[in-house]
């Protein structure tokens, strides 16, 4: 069984920066596709980040240019480099993943592992 936690969230003032990470357990060689998402109470689910592995990694356009997904060599953990953070970035934060690749990898898709999420807020 997949198992995916995340780290990394805090408290930060407009264009600061933080680093999340979401280490991932079990058989994380057979993940193709993870990513990052983020949740703000009472608001839709957004898909932030995603790797498709060896095709491309896709971003929104609300972050573009700011913030940076990348993994350990080993597959075993991925990251999310946020820089010039703003007060709209404030969110849950969560990790996710599934085993299906190609088209069904995307911001919008149905991901099947999620870890618990790790919150940051961005103060102004």
């Known amino acids: 069984q997949v198992k995916l936690m995340e780290s990394g969230g805090g408290e930060v003032q407009t264009g600061g920066s933080l680093r999340l990470s979401c280490a991932a357990s079990g058989y994380p060689y057979s993940l193709s596709c993870m990513g990052w998402f983020r949740q703000v109470p009472g608001k839709y689910l957004e898909g932030v980040a995603i790797?498709?592995?060896?095709?491309?990694?896709q971003y929104a356009k609300s972050i573009e240019g700011r913030f940076t997904l990348s993994e350990c060599d080993d597959k075993n953990t991925l990251y999310l480099k946020m820089n010039d953070l703003k007060p709209e970035d404030t969110a849950m934060y969560y990790c996710a993943a599934t085993i299906r690749g190609g088209s069904e990898c995307r911001l919008t898709g149905d991901m099947d592992y999620w870890g618990e999420g790790t919150q940051v807020n961005v103060s102004s």
């Open positions: 790797l498709n592995r060896n095709i491309n990694t």
